[in-house]
């Protein structure tokens, strides 16, 4: 499969500890640059959160946001200190004592003294926050690879229509190459009659000259390794590689591409060889542009 480096994935999962939102979005980058941007909370689960999303991603500059909204009764709970609560009995009491007076001592009113009853924070289970957080990732994850592979299969099928526009090009060149040297013979042998004006041509002399001008002008071998990257080309967007990508891999052979197609149209005296040799120019060029958004 066809991976593109640009994608975008969100989720949210909501537990008995609170609202976990992830959101992951990437665009083009030689190596993987993984970004995270989240609370504090979650920085000693920082390795395990790397380890899981390198996963569904090998090269791309990848952001991921990850936000945290604790649940009221999960963040908080309520202490009632006793210790407090009777200081405050044993005053009123010798508060009575004292001045003679009755005692009206009432729950609610020791219950509304400062300090009787607090909201504390609550200590955060960091196994029960893990799992509700590696599930907010696994499904953000998963829909930030499919849209990955979506926009990969449009680059494929371009790839592919593209590699059949170099095909015919190198076709024609194959076909054209050899009448090349025969009209190049025919040339020469005309322009030396009519010098010599007589039919007294020296055979042995015009064939060494056609044969260096052959050697000159062949692109055989370039042609044979022009065919060769693009079967390997289509190969590779076929098989595709989970595990590394393919990126980096079609860039290498787009380079060799190139440099086939220069030497072709360096080797050429044919206008119509050379048309079709900057042909191959402008679509390996295309091709390499789309290869810089595969994974």
């Not at 790397?50 to 604790?70: C, N, P, W």
């Not at 013979?185 to 000259?209: C, F, H, P, T, V």
């Not at 055989?220 to 590779?236: A, K, P, Q, Y």
């Not at 590689?241 to 990126?247: H, L, Q, R, V, Y």
Request: hydrophobic share 40%.
């Amino acid at each position: 499969m066809v991976y593109s480096m640009t994608g975008f994935g969100k989720s949210e999962n909501i537990s008995e500890a609170g609202r976990i939102s992830v959101e992951i979005k990437s665009v083009n980058n030689r190596y993987l640059d993984l970004g995270l941007k989240m609370p504090r909370m979650f920085n000693s689960l920082e390795a395990e959160i790397r380890r899981l999303l390198k996963q569904y991603m090998k090269r791309g500059k990848v952001d991921v946001y990850i936000s945290y909204e604790a649940a009221a009764e999960a963040a908080t709970e309520v202490k009632y200190n006793h210790d407090i609560a009777g200081a405050y009995l044993s005053g009123m009491k010798q508060m009575s004592e004292d001045f003679g007076l009755g005692e009206d001592i009432r729950l609610s009113s020791i219950a509304h003294m400062p300090e009787v009853f607090t909201l504390q924070s609550k200590d955060i289970n960091e196994e029960e926050l893990w799992e509700s957080l590696k599930a907010a990732l696994e499904e953000a994850a998963g829909k930030f690879a499919s849209a990955r592979l979506k926009e990969g299969e449009f680059l494929k099928k371009d790839l592919m229509d593209k590699l059949d526009i170099m095909e015919k090009d190198v076709d024609f060149i194959t076909e054209r190459s050899p009448m090349i040297v025969e009209e190049y013979k025919s040339g020469l042998k005309q322009k030396i009659a009519e010098l010599l004006d007589d039919n007294q041509i020296d055979e042995s002399r015009l064939a060494m000259e056609v044969t260096l001008f052959a050697d000159k002008v062949c692109v055989d071998e370039e042609l044979v390794r022009l065919r060769s990257h693009i079967g390997t080309v289509r190969e590779i967007l076929e098989k595709g590689d989970e595990e590394n990508g393919i990126g980096r891999k079609l860039d290498f052979i787009a380079q060799e591409l190139n440099r086939e197609a220069n030497t072709t149209l360096s080797k050429t005296t044919d206008i119509e060889v050379s048309d079709h040799a900057i042909n191959l120019k402008t679509t390996i060029e295309k091709i390499r542009e789309q290869i810089q958004n595969i994974e």
